[in-house]
């Protein structure tokens, strides 16, 4: 199947529909990645803080030997965490996730958040623990954003770029990058529309990723508060009767209204038809009306909120 791109300010193509490995289980992630390649995706975001970074290698590894796939028709995206911002640290962990994918580069290497947290030698604990007991780090943003340019001139990442960065750490950045970050990734979905931050990167030539396209569908489960309460998106009556008008199922409309405004989405299932619905959502295009419409539901509703979790980091405050 194939999906459009969305050429990077390196020259590379990425698609701009994904497979996201967050919450995927260790159980059975290597099996879900196995199957997403051979449903068509192209493009698998993980992170070390998910958990199951040596189970998608497996998987890779798995599609590759099977003949579905050369590692040069993946675009595999991981993310650096709060742990490791201390310019010596960066390297060495990004080598150990590369160990755990199989693979001798990343596509696409992130800073998962501009936090810096006390490092944790992944020696005694790996993936390193998430949670506020762990005390601030004193890596700057600068520092390990210098320290991930090094990736870039070693081979081991063939961009990079950053997720969780809102407008004024993305100002600041781009006053010192040597290389300029090739993608934002953010939580971005109807009720969280992002639209200024989203312009003014798209505008900077930095390709935009939202995560939690499905709004607050992702974090029930979590026990978050506001997810709880807040209509679920896939039932909500605009998009249900926009689905509707097009023959489509709701997800699918969720996740056009994101990558016809020229935003990577990058979905997860573990049913075999929705991977497909997933992935067929850029083959109709929405009116302007319809939108809108979906636009106007923003309530500046953030769910991936660190504070929200019990962390002392005011990260989007």
């Known amino acids: 199947m194939a999906v459009p791109s969305i050429t990077l300010n390196t020259g590379a193509q990425m698609p701009i529909v994904g497979f996201g490995l967050w919450k995927v289980s260790r159980d059975t992630c290597a099996d879900q990645v196995y199957n997403a390649i051979k449903a068509g995706y192209r493009l698998l975001d993980g992170a070390c803080i998910y958990e199951n970074e040596a189970e998608c290698g497996e998987g890779v590894a798995r599609a590759i030997k099977d003949g579905l796939v050369k590692r040069e028709d993946l675009f595999i995206v991981s993310k650096l965490w709060n742990n490791f911002h201390d310019a010596d640290k960066v390297a060495p962990i990004t080598k150990r996730q590369l160990t755990d994918w199989k693979i001798d580069y990343f596509d ?7 936090v810096s947290l006390e490092y944790i030698d992944p020696a005694e604990q790996y993936p390193p623990p998430d949670g506020p007991e762990f005390p601030a780090g004193t890596a700057s943003v600068q520092e390990t954003w210098q320290a991930m340019e090094k990736l870039v001139d070693a081979g081991l990442a063939k961009a990079i770029g950053i997720s969780n960065f809102n407008g004024g750490l993305l100002l600041d950045l781009l006053r010192y990058a040597r290389v300029k ?13 992002q639209e200024v931050l989203v312009q003014y990167a798209q505008g900077q030539g930095i390709a935009v990723t939202a995560y939690s396209s499905f709004g607050p569908s992702s974090y029930i489960e979590l026990d ?32 056009r209204w994101a990558t016809q405004r020229g935003v990577a989405v990058i979905p997860k299932s573990g049913n075999a038809e929705r991977l497909v619905q997933n992935l067929a959502s850029t083959d109709f295009e929405l009116d302007g009306g319809d939108i809108r419409a979906i636009s106007g539901l923003n309530r500046n509703l953030r769910f991936n909120d660190p504070m929200k979790f019990g962390e002392p980091h005011p990260v989007f405050y």
Do not use: C, N
């Open 108 to 114: 696409l290497f992130l800073m998962h958040f501009p």
């Open 181 to 193: 970050p090739a993608t934002l990734q953010i939580e971005h979905h109807p009720y969280l529309t």
């Open 224 to 255: 978050a508060e506001d997810a709880k309460s807040a209509p679920v998106l896939l039932d909500h009556a605009v998009v249900v009767e926009i689905a509707r008008k097009y023959g489509r199922t709701p997800a699918q409309v969720l996740l």
